[in-house]
């Protein structure tokens, strides 16, 4: 009995100075391993009459108990302490200087973007965001743009390949081909199919089309607005963009020019010119010397609120859609938007925005 105390004695003291995981590990084995020492005590009991393993059997066993406890505590011991020192390791040095100037610029469709929602929510717009990836229904059908439309040709969207969804849906949700959205107005589709008016909302955000040239990319920038409330006329859009067309171009001698157009989701729709004058052989925004186009716009078509599950007769309201992308080019001066994605730095040095130069309506929207 004194030589099981005195084992186990020497076992956790020996254990308890273990220097670290290895030496432990190799303890363990000495112990409890299947040729150990304590594993070799407990094989003894096998051949002891009953009285003596009545006697011996406690001790025995109390004694491995005590050895297998005394590494468990030296093993989390010595792992906590391996874990404090990787992380006392590990620390990082806040006290690192600082980039002389600061790196990166804000891209100009950011700017323009934030631009656009700090003018809009002004005027009681939220802005309303959904997926690129959209189905036919809520890009074309709901808008009333028919099959025959030319808009839904091959060349003009992009279909994601699906040979078990053939042709169009009928309705919200029923398996209608997957593209590209074309424009953001599945946003307001969405927005009128979820919730009920009144609602005024922005939705910018990228657009895809098959069209590449100096003037399309075949992603592009595009913000679209939706009024839908009782009573509304034309003369809401008209002071609509009118205010958001001064405010964006910092001047009052906006002046806007509507002509007839059309598009399939308005009724009737109107083309809005902005008034420019020639100065030093520049075009400049403001007077009425000549005229370019800015933006697409319109009563919302009866057939768009009633497919959105809307009584027309109760239910008005007027849209409006332009391209970021071009509005930043009028207001910032650069003449190719294929510039705008090719990620050159000399290019985003020239054009970018300071990342602290928030657009407020307070400092000038673009200041
Ligand atoms: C709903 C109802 C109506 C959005 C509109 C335009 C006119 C328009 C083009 C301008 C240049 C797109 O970037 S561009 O190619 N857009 O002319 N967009 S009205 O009308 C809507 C949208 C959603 C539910």
């Not at 254990?15 to 150990?36: N, P, T, W, Y």
């Not at 406890?69 to 391996?82: G, H, M």
């Not at 003449?335 to 925005?353: E, N, P, V």
Request: net charge negative.
């Amino acid at each position: 009995m004194a030589d099981l105390q005195q084992l186990e004695l020497d076992a956790v003291a020996r254990i308890g100075a273990a220097a670290d995981l290895s030496a432990l590990e190799g303890l363990r084995v000495e112990f409890l391993g299947k040729q150990g020492s304590v594993s070799a005590l407990l094989k003894t009991l096998g051949g002891m009459s009953p009285d003596e393993r009545q006697s011996q059997g406690p001790l025995i066993n109390g004694l491995r108990q005590s050895v297998s406890d005394a590494i468990t505590a030296r093993k989390a011991a010595l792992e906590a302490a391996e874990l404090e020192a990787k992380l006392a390791g590990e620390t990082i040095d806040l006290t690192l200087p600082a980039p002389d100037s600061a790196r990166g610029s804000v891209h100009p469709v950011s700017q323009v973007m934030d631009e656009l929602a700090e003018i809009f929510a002004d005027m009681g717009f939220a802005v309303a965001t959904g997926p690129e990836i959209e189905d036919d229904w809520r890009n074309f059908t709901a808008l009333n743009i028919p099959e025959t439309h030319p808009a839904r040709a091959m060349h003009d969207t992009f279909y994601f390949p699906d040979e078990k969804r053939a042709g169009p849906a009928a309705g919200p949700g029923e398996g209608g081909r997957m593209l590209l959205r074309t424009h953001t107005s599945p946003v307001q589709i969405r927005t009128m199919t979820a919730q009920e008016p009144p609602i005024r909302i922005i939705a910018p955000g990228r657009v895809y089309r098959s069209d590449s040239d100096a003037t399309h990319t075949p992603m592009f920038h595009q913000i679209e607005g939706l009024v839908i409330d009782k009573g509304i006329n034309l003369g809401h859009l008209k002071w609509t963009l009118e205010t958001f067309l001064r405010a964006f171009f910092e001047r009052d001698d906006v002046v806007l020019r509507l002509r007839p157009s059309y598009f399939p989701f308005t009724e009737p729709s109107v083309e809005v010119d902005v008034g420019y004058t020639v100065i030093k052989g520049k075009r400049v925004i403001g007077g009425s010397e000549g005229w370019m186009e800015v933006l697409g716009s319109g009563m919302v078509n009866r057939k768009v609120i009633e497919a959105c599950g809307l009584d027309p007769d109760e239910w008005q309201g007027f849209a409006f859609g332009t391209g970021v992308d071009r509005l930043a080019m009028l207001k910032y001066g650069m003449d190719d938007l294929r510039a705008f994605f090719d990620g050159d730095i000399r290019w985003l040095r020239h054009y970018g925005f300071a990342a602290l130069d928030v657009p407020t309506l307070s400092g000038g929207v673009g200041a």
